[in-house]
């Protein structure tokens, strides 16, 4: 599965808007996902995980940064996130189904924040794109 | 079984209170077919679904998201009750339609999106999380009489 052309575009051009707002977005997003799923906190019994903790707004940044990199690198999402892949593989081993659920509390973050852009045709290549930047992400877990 | 909590219950019913279910159920609808185009394998006989436009303004498509989301409202109204209350749908969908529960789960989600973008800031993390149990349990309910 690769992204379209017209895919990449969409995605590259909403991501100057998502930019602006990427720090809360990153926030945002895990708060999302520890609330809907709270088994994904099994993952971060060293963190705060209070709304407003430093370490939650720390780590959403990353996270965003990180797509921001493979938004960047759009035509090579495998080398842009080779570090990370193997990052997931070998140290942080998430099972693989929580990137579905961190991926759909982003489309849900970026869709309230940005209505108007989330048409339809959006909505899928995003769905897209993350579902990309996931099977990179466990590319090496076996 | 799921449980809703008195707090899940009212934030439930206050958005649904607020959510146009002729646009919203089209809009569901349409998202799952652009975005999964997979799922288009259950409505040969809808016409054109060529592009995401096409899907979108396809008038069949509208109607039968109307009537899904209508379904859903039952939900609404009988959510200490899912399995009761979607029985007769389960069977339906399993004997008669042939749907992959899958799918429930695909239109909950897509579904959990469009109210993202009708509420913007309403929809905070709380409200996500009581309608992400809602829709789970509509797609575990439809999923119980599969055999």
Known sequence: ?142 | MVHFTAEEKAIIMSLWGKVNIEEAGGEALGRLLVVYPWTQRFFDTFGNLSSASAIMGNPKVKAHGKKVLTSFGEAVKNMDNLKGAFAKLSELHCDKLHVDPENFKLLGNVMVIILATHFGKEFTPDVQAAWQKLVSGVATALAHKYH
């Open chain 1, 1 to 142: 599965m690769s992204l379209t052309k017209t895919e990449r575009a969409i995605i590259v051009s909403m991501w100057g808007k998502i930019s602006t707002q990427a720090d809360t977005i990153g926030t945002e997003t895990l708060e999302r996902l520890f609330l809907s799923y709270p088994q994904t906190k099994t993952y971060f019994p060293h963190f705060d995980l209070h709304a407003g903790s430093a370490q939650l707004r720390a780590h959403g940044s990353k996270v965003v940064a990180a797509l921001g990199d493979a938004v960047k690198n759009i035509d090579n999402i495998t080398g842009a996130l080779a570090k990370l892949s193997e990052l997931h593989a070998y140290i942080l081993r998430v099972d693989p189904v929580n990137f579905k659920l961190l991926s759909h509390c982003l489309l849900v973050t970026v869709a309230a924040r940005f209505p108007a852009d989330f048409t339809a045709e959006a909505h899928a290549a995003w769905d897209k794109f993350m579902s990309v930047v996931s099977s990179v992400l466990t590319e090496k877990y076996r």
